[in-house]
C-alpha cells in the first residue's frame, strides 16, 4: 500500500485516468512513450531534447487514459526551466500512475528518480530501459529484488528496439487497475530539502540488486571518439563532414525536383483542370496559375528537405551532437556562450521553434537570453527553399552549392559576432556552468527516421498548401488592386515604392521588398508571393526564366542575405516573446535582425558594385 | 598544508580517481550546479576517469563510474574534489 507524503495528497479520481512519463534526460522516455501511444514524439540522442509535455490519448477495453511524456530531468528537486515544467505538472495536475524510465545501464546513480517519486509516496511502474546496452556493458540487475526494495513493479524494456515492451505495457495496464486514486503534489522542491535522497540511500539499494561492470573497459564509443574527438583531426573531420551534409542536399536534391515536377504537371492535367471546369474561366485559370503553380513549383523541394531531414535525424540519433558541443565549446566560450549553444544553433537549421524552446535546459537567465537572441539566423529549412530557389536561377551548378553552403556559414558567423559583440558589452555578462553527458553512439533505426521524416514533411506541405494560398491571395490583392491600377500604382507597387529609399542601395526592387514583407509571416508566403508576382499567368517553369531575366546575381545574393538575416517568420517572434515573457526582449530581438540584415545586405552590394564595376 | 587535488587537476595519463566530495560556490546556480553533478554520478567514492582533452586543454571528457562520461569544463572541474589512488 502506498502512503502519500506531506508533499503529495489523495484527490478524486480522474475520470480519464493520466499516465506520466518521467526519468533523466536522454533515457528513452519519448521512444517509450511512442511505442506505448504510437505517437510521434521527438526522439534524439541528446539530452534535453524534450522541453515541453506532450500528451496522447489512449483507449484500453473500453476506457480512456491520457499519457503524457515529461521533460527529462536530473532530479525532482532542480529549478531549470526545463525541471520547473516538470515539478509545475506534478503540483498542477492530477495524475494516476508514474511511469518512471531510467537507463538502466546507468542504474548507479539514475536510481535517484525512482527513489524520489517512492519518496514522494506515488504510484509508480520503473522501466530498466536500453536493455541491450544494459547488456553490452555487462551490467546486471536483479529486477526481482528491486522491484521488492522499491515496492512497484519493475521492467526491462528495450524501447527503440522493441524488447519487453509488450510485458511491460500491461503491467502499466495492471498496476492501473490497483490504484484507486489520483494524485497531486505540492512544493515539491521544499519536500526534498528535508527529506534529501542520500548517496546512502542509493548504494544501499545498488548493493541489494546491481552490480556494475569494471571502470576500464573500452567500448566501442571509446575507439571511435578516439577519432571523432581526436586532438588534431577532429575539428577538421567536423567541418569537412559538414560541408560534405550541405554539398549533399544541393546535389541530391536538385536533380529531385525534375520527376517531383513531372508528377505535378502530369496532376495538373489529369485532376485539376478537369475537377476546376465548373468554375468560370477565369477563376480557374487564376487558381492554376496562381495558388497551384507555386505550389507545384515548391512541392519541387519536398526530396530536397526530406533529405534535409534524413540527415538531421540520423545526426541527432547518432550521439555526435554531444560530441560537437564537446568540440566547440571553447570558441562558443569566446562569444559568452557554450557547447550547447552550439548544438541548439545546429537544431535551428532544421526550425527555429524549437532550438528556442530548447534554450530552457539553460540555467543562467542572461546566457538563455543571448542564445534566443542569435538563434534565429540560423538558416532554417523554410528559408532553405527560398535559397534553393533563388539560387538556383542566380549561380546554377556546383557553384550554387557551394553558395549554399557559405550561407550556412554566414548564419553561424553572424550569430557568433552578434553574441561576442553583445557579450562584450556586458548586458549578457553571464557565466553558466557547463556540464554534459555525452552518450553512447547509437546506431539511427530505419524507423525512427523514417518516422521524424514523415512527422516534418506532412507538416511541410500542410504549411505550403496553406501559406500558399494566404500569400498567394494576398500578393493577387496588392498586385492588382485598386481596381485598374497597374506596375507601380497598384498597392504592392506603391508600398514597394515607399520602402526604396531604403531597399534601393541593397539593390532590392519594389516588388521583391514587398514579398519580404509578406514574408514576415513565414518564408513560405514569402516564396509564394515572389511566385505570384513574377508567374501568375505564366506556369511553374516560365518562372525562373522570367526572374532570371530581372535580377542579376549582385541583386539575388543580396536579397538572400536579407531574407537569411531579417526576421525569420511570425511563429519565431511569438515564441521568442512565450519564452522570454518580454515585449521589449521580443522587439529587441526583431529590431536587431532587421538592422543585422540591412547592414550586411548593403555591405555586400555595395562593396561587389565598388570591386567588379 | 597539502592542497586539495580537484578533477581539474587529473591528466589522462593519472588514470582513475576518487572522488571526495562536491562542491557549490554558494550561490543558487552553484548549488543547483552540485545537485546536478551528483545526478550525473560524481558523488563521495565513485571512480573518475579523464579520457581526454579538447583541442583548446578545455573541456575534459570524462568517465564517472564505469557507465556514464561527461564533457566538463576545467572551471566546473574544480567543484569535484578528488583523491588520487
Ligand atoms: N540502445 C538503445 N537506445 C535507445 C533505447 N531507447 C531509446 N534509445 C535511444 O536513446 C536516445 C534518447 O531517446 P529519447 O526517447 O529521445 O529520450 P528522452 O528520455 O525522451 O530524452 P529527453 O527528451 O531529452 O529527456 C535516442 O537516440 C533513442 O534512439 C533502447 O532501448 N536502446
Ligand atoms: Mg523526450
Redesign the interface.
Known sequence: MIVASSASSVQTKNKIPRIVFIG?PNTGKSTFFNTVTKSNAGVANWPGLTVDFMQANLDNNGKTYEFVDLPGI??L????EDELVVQKFLENYNFDLIVCVINA??I??QI?MPLQVQRLGLPCVLMLNMADEVKR?G?KINTKELSETLNMPVFTISAKYGSGCVLAIQGIWDKLQTIDDSYKCSDIANFFRSNKVT?NDM?EVCKIGVE??????TTF??RL??IL?N??V??PIFFISMLAVFLAIWFVGMPLQDPVGNFTDWLQGAAIEPSLSFLPKGFSDFIINGPYAGFAALLGFVPLVAFFFVVMTALEDSGYL?RA???M??LMRAAGL??RGFVLQLFGFGCNVPAIMGTRTI??KTQRLLSILIIPFALCSARLQVFVFFLGIILPGIVGGFALWLLYIISFVVAFVLAMIFNLSGQFKSK?????????YRTPTFKQVALNVWSEMTTFVRNLAIFMIIGTCITWYLTNYPGGAEGMNTYAGRIGTFFQPLMAPLGINPLLTVSLIIGFVAKEVQLAAVATMYGLGEGSDALKTTLGGVITFRQGFSYCLFSLLYVPCLTTVATIWGETKSARFTIFSVTVSMVVAWVVAFGFYQSWGLIFS | MTTQLTLSDLDVSDGTAMVVDVVSDGSQIGDGFRDRLIAMGLRKGKTVKVLRKAPAGDPYQVRVGSTTEIAIRKTEAKLVLISKS
Open positions: 533523466q536530473y532530479d528537486e532542480g529549478f531549470t545501464s546507468q548507479d546513480r535517484l556493458f551490467v548517496d548504494d556494475m561492470p569494471s571502470e576500464d573497459v564509443s571509446n571518439d578516439s574527438l586532438r588534431v577532429g575539428l554531444s558541443a564537446y568540440l565549446d571553447a557554450d557547447g540555467r543562467s553558466d556552468p557547463f556540464v554534459i553527458e555525452l552518450p553512447p
